[in-house]
């Protein structure tokens, strides 16, 4: 099993940068691909980034590509989640996710395993 904790969202001004920080307990996360999602209010939940567990390879979604930067600390058990010239579209629930099978579809929600309890993310214009 994982437990996944977030921290770190907050408000911020548009154009601002906030780091999210996703602390891992459990004997699979350093085997475990990572995820992060987010959910605004009426939408469906939607893939931002993942990392693979090794962190050689990230995706992202194309509306954060070039902005976000998702890294892992595998000694530490955190996973991390800069963001960059934040837009108030992408105000939302942040949601750190832990899938156990590194391979697939790291874009699918239903994918993952394990998820944290989310951050609000607020970026006023």
């Known amino acids: 099993q994982v437990q996944l904790v977030e921290s770190g969202g907050g408000l911020v001004q548009a154009g601002g940068s906030l780091r999210l920080s996703c602390a891992a307990s459990?004997?699979?996360?350093?085997?475990?691909?990572m995820g992060w999602f987010r959910q605004a209010p009426g939408k469906e939940r939607e893939f931002v980034s993942a990392i693979r567990w090794s962190g050689s390879n990230t995706y992202y979604a194309d509306s954060v590509k070039g902005r976000f930067t998702f890294s892992r600390d595998n000694a530490k058990n955190t996973v991390y989640l800069q963001m960059n010239s934040l837009k108030p579209e992408d105000t939302a629930v942040y949601y750190c996710?832990?899938?156990?099978?590194?391979?697939?579809?790291?874009?699918?929600?239903?994918?993952?395993?394990?998820w944290g309890q989310g951050t609000q993310v607020t970026v006023s214009s």
């Open positions: 996710a832990a899938k156990e099978l590194d391979y697939g579809d790291y874009a699918s929600p239903g994918e993952y395993d394990y």
């Open positions: 459990g004997r699979t996360f350093s085997r475990s691909a």
